[in-house]
């Protein structure tokens, strides 16, 4: 079956990182109209822990992430956005004032499914070899990489996210706060760490570092980076 003959949806449903990849800065080829769904985990809810526990899973996709897809389909229904691809609700709402509400739902959505599927179980450890020659020659070493994510994510001031992306051909390390997103800014997001309290605080409560450190140790799908990168 031709990729651009499936639904956006379809891909989601099949739940492996590789499914995500489309969802990143390429055109979109294929509708998928509201209503939207959850796409699956790509693990069972207790495959992360003991990083990630089922608890947190269970309120963090089962919750949180539920209620910004019911909103995001609850804003979109009867207006013309109700026929837009989850990516376009996110592009046409960034900046519009009127539309605040619609880009947090969206683009929370579209964040928060991308987390998922930058993690894995058994994760970490060393990328393949043409990502780490990509991750040394733009940051020097894979120590200085994750250097430089362990500060974003631990400097963000109050609610959300630090990422791994690609801009005009270089690997960098940004910051976006509360659902803002690479996504509309020009960028190839290929990694994020959600960094809200409700990512973390049943596991570690105050202790931001101790989650970034053992995400990043533990659970970093580095195939999912690397498919990223060369889509
Ligand atoms: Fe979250």
Redesign the pocket.
């Known amino acids: 079956m031709q990729e651009d003959s499936l639904s956006r949806r379809q891909f989601l449903l099949a739940g492996t990182a590789l499914a995500a990849a489309p969802l990143i800065g390429a055109p979109v080829v294929a509708r998928a109209a509201a209503p939207h769904v959850l796409p699956p985990l790509p693990y069972p809810d207790n495959a992360l822990a003991p990083v990630i526990s089922a608890q947190t899973i269970g309120f ?1 996709y089962g919750k ?2 539920q209620a910004y897809l019911t909103n995001l389909n609850k804003m979109v229904e009867g207006t013309a956005m109700a026929e837009m691809s989850l990516e376009q609700v996110v592009r046409s709402t960034a900046g519009v004032a009127d539309k605040a509400g619609l880009f947090n739902n969206a683009a ?1 959505v579209w964040n ?1 499914t991308f ?1 998922w599927n930058g993690l894995r179980p058994n994760g970490g450890g060393a990328p393949g070899k043409e990502l780490a020659l990509r991750i040394e020659k733009d940051f020097g070493s894979l120590e200085a990489l994750r250097k430089e994510l362990f500060t974003a994510a631990s400097t963000q001031f109050g609610s959300g996210w630090a990422w791994l992306v690609e801009e005009g051909g270089k690997m960098k390390v940004v910051k976006t706060g509360n659902a803002e997103t690479p996504l509309t800014r020009g960028m190839k997001p290929l990694f994020t760490i ?1 960094v ?1 309290e ?2 973390y605080y049943l596991d570690y409560q105050n202790r931001r570092a101790d989650y970034i450190n053992a995400l990043l140790d533990k659970l970093i799908n580095w195939e999912f980076v690397g498919k990223n990168l060369m889509s």
Do not use: C, L, N, P
């Open positions: 963090h949180h992430h929370q928060h987390y959600d809200w409700h990512a």
